[in-house]
Every structure is written in structure tokens, then in C-alpha cells.
């Protein structure tokens, strides 16, 4: 995999397509992380808009498959060429921007008009730590997708509330023979972050709402007794109500287990609407979303999540970089890629239109309106460490799951692990 993506770096530049040629037309290679067909399309058709505006510029975008894309992008990063836009997620930023491989675009972002139209959650991120690294173009919120039909003949008069009730719900529907199963389970690539959202509804009185991998006390919230109860209800969701092979799915397997009509339940941010939409094997009538599932006391966590487009620190063309993540944030252009993506917009107002208030959407309207209930917090994804904790909780999940490890000594070496983080900082 390691040769595939640095092959790839040393092709970008070998071949110029970052640069300016003969005319003084400047070319920037562009890089997306979470790809798919229809998002890919509809970039590449705001990309020629943009073009349009600003002749001089060229914009090449490079899509590579979403589970190795972030390591492609790493791998190209760290070759210093071939990358000047790239797609930067809360997930990447810490380990990125520690590393020195992002710009921090203040100087070139300094008095853009596009500042005030700005949501205050995006202005936050865009400026954290006194930087900017990146542009949000939208927002993600987990909510549960779900089988409409396939929850009526079982027997339930709506969708599950809680964990548990997701448990006995995904059970009952299980149906191997027919290829029906319950949940579409995350044993993959980012499988810790749907561990980490049960732990976080178990523990939800007790987080610290900035620093959501901890408990009020000081502890890290995997310490918690609570967390052994989630855990074990998580895992049971895998053995008595998922697909074997979701073992090693990850998000593309999971999204098609729920698009395709062989899984019940699924737990995803709302881009996936748009590719559920999509879906030939289940009908708009059969599926919808509801709000995200609670732990024993009623309330779950809402991690505060987001995604955006910043500017390789070894890129030559930053001013011209810096143009066009503008465009991308800006107006018609924004408000196209959020309502294309299904994402929270990053521009004020732009969430009252009639697109946010039907279907799939009302289960986030639901949530926004019981804040009491479905609680944002802000988990610790700017750590410099953030890609070594997931791939070390992604390979304990999968120890876990092949009997390599038990539930307990799992949590008892995350809560170790983020001790010893937090105690070096």
C-alpha cells in the first residue's frame, strides 16, 4: 500500500501537473479524501465553474478510494510535490499540521469577504489555535439509518431510542437465510468511533464536553464501569446481529451493506443520505433516519464533527490555492457541495432552507431541537497523535473481535493510553 500511494506522489510530480506553464497558467493539484462517484462529479463541476471565473488557473483533482485515501494523502505530503489543495478533516489536521505539511492560510484569507457569512461554528474551526488551516465546507452529525419496512414486520411500532433497544430490534430482524441482517457493523477502518459514541452515551452525565474522551473528574472515560456495559453491548451487536464479514468493513462496505437493502441499521453522518438516495435496491419509502441512539440515562453525544479544504505548506501557489478553496466556500458554490453532500452548511442562514426541513433531514432537526437530550461535544481530534490512537484502537477492535483480546483488557489499555497522552502534553 506504501509503494501504490508514494508511486503515486512521485508520478504527480514527475509528471508537472502541479506548476506553471509556458502562458503563465498555473496548474494545482487538488486532493479529496472521502470519496465517491456522485461528490467527485459534482466537485469537478464547481472546479470548471471556478476555472471560468479565473482563466489563469487549471485544477487537476486527484480522488483516490476513501479508505487508503488519507494515507495516499499523507504519502504525498510527506514527498513534498504534487499536492496544493487537499481535502483536510478534523481527523488529519492534528497529526498534518504538527508535521509541518499544512499552510497556515491567515495572510492569504486576511480581510476575505467571505468571513461574515460564516456560521460561528465554521469561523471556529477555520481559526483554531490562533491558524488556519482549513476551510470547513460543512458539518457532519451522526443519526441512525433505518428499514422502515423491515422494523414494521418485525414486529416494533418505530424505530430504536436506545443501544439497547437497537440491540433486541437489529436481533430480531437478523435473517441470514435471507440475507437480511441487523446492523451494518464498523469492524474496519475508523470501527473505534462507533466504540467511542456507545462509551460516550453510557458515560454522557459524567463527559467533559471539551474534551470528550473525559470524564469531569479528570479520568479518561474508558475508566469508567459504565464503559465495560457499552463495550459489551457493542460487541453483542456484532455477534448476534451483523454480517460476518463486517469484521472488516469499513465505511464504503458499510454504507453499501445499507444501500443494498442486506442490512437494517446503520449509524453514519448525513452525506450518506445522498448515496442511500441513490440506492436501486430500496425505495425512498422503505428507509429514513432517526436521532442518534441514548445510553441509560436518556442522553446521547453528538461529537462535534467537520471536514474541509486547505493548502499544502510546500505548494508554490497559495495565493492561487487560497482562491480557490474561497470559491469553494462561498455562496452558490458552498451551498451546492453541502446540499450535494447532505451536510450541515458552514454558511449562516443556509440551514433554513426547505431542503434541511424534510425527509431524512427531520431526524437532525429532532436532535437540534433537544439539545438537552442529544449533547455536542468536541472530541480531542486535533491531537498530534490523533492517527496513531485510531489505528491502535482500530487493531484492538479487531483483536477483540477474533478473540484475541478481551473487552476489559481492551479498555484498560485505552484508558492507559490516553493517560500517558495527556500526561506528557
Request: glycine share 8%.
Amino acid at each position: 500500500m506504501a509503494g501504490l500511494g508514494i508511486g503515486l506522489a512521485a508520478s504527480l510530480a514527475l509528471s508537472g501537473c502541479s506548476g506553471t506553464a509556458d502562458d503563465g497558467t498555473v496548474t494545482l493539484q487538488m486532493v479529496e479524501s472521502l470519496t465517491n462517484p456522485a461528490r467527485t462529479e459534482l466537485l469537478e463541476t464547481l472546479i470548471g465553474e471556478f476555472e471560468e471565473e479565473n482563466p489563469g488557473i487549471k485544477v487537476e483533482l486527484v480522488s483516490p478510494p476513501t479508505d487508503q485515501a488519507d494515507q495516499k494523502i499523507q504519502q504525498m505530503l510527506q514527498s513534498g510535490s504534487g499536492v496544493d489543495v487537499l481535502e483536510v478533516r478534523d481527523l488529519t489536521v492534528g497529526p498534518f499540521s504538527t508535521n509541518g505539511w499544512l499552510a497556515d492560510m491567515t495572510e492569504e484569507f486576511e480581510g476575505w469577504s467571505g468571513w461574515d457569512a460564516l456560521t460561528d461554528n465554521a469561523r471556529n474551526v477555520a481559526t483554531a489555535n490562533d491558524a488556519t488551516y482549513f476551510i470547513p465546507y460543512g458539518f457532519y452529525g451522526i443519526s441512525l439509518f433505518y428499514r422502515t419496512d423491515l422494523v414494521e414486520q418485525a414486529g416494533f411500532d418505530g424505530p430504536p431510542e436506545s443501544w439497547e433497544d437497537l440491540l433486541e430490534q437489529a436481533e430480531a430482524i437478523q435473517d441470514p437465510a435471507s440475507n437480511t441482517f441487523g446492523y451494518a457493523f464498523r469492524g474496519g477502518k475508523n470501527g473505534y468511533s462507533n466504540a467511542a459514541l456507545i462509551i460516550e452515551a453510557y458515560v454522557a452525565d459524567d463527559l467533559d464536553l471539551e474534551n470528550a474522551y473525559r470524564l469531569k473528574n479528570g479520568d479518561s472515560m474508558f475508566a469508567a464501569p459504565e464503559a465495560l456495559e457499552a463495550i459489551e453491548l457493542y460487541f453483542d451487536l456484532f455477534e448476534r446481529a451483523s454480517p460476518p464479514s463486517s469484521v472488516a468493513w469499513g465505511y464504503p462496505e458499510m454504507v453499501e451493506g445499507f444501500s443494498n437493502g442486506s442490512t437494517a441499521f446503520l449509524l453514519q453522518d448525513p452525506e450518506v443520505i445522498a448515496a442511500v438516495q441513490q440506492s436501486t435496491a430500496i425505495t425512498e419509502e422503505q428507509w429514513t433516519t432517526a436521532p442518534m441512539l441514548v445510553g441509560p440515562t436518556g442522553k446521547a453525544i453528538q461529537p462535534l464533527a467537520t471536514a474541509g479544504w486547505g493548502t499544502a505548506e510546500a505548494s508554490e501557489h497559495k495565493e492561487e490555492a487560497a482562491k480557490l478553496i474561497q470559491f469553494l466556500s462561498e455562496g452558490d458554490a458552498s451551498i451546492r457541495f453541502t446540499e450535494g453532500n447532505s451536510l450541515v452548511p458552514i454558511l449562516d442562514g443556509a440551514e433554513d432552507a426547505e431542503f434541511y426541513k424534510t425527509g431524512a433531514w427531520e431526524s437532525y432537526l429532532t436532535m437540534n431541537a433537544s439539545p438537552e437530550t442529544y449533547i455536542t461535544a468536541v472530541q480531542p481530534r486535533g491531537v498530534a497523535w490523533w492517527t496513531e490512537w485510531s489505528e491502535k484502537a482500530d487493531a484492538e477492535i479487531q483483536q477483540v473481535l477474533i478473540g484475541q483480546l478481551t473487552p476489559e483488557e481492551l479498555l484498560a489499555g485505552w484508558d492507559a493510553y490516553w493517560v500517558e497522552k495527556w500526561a506528557s502534553e
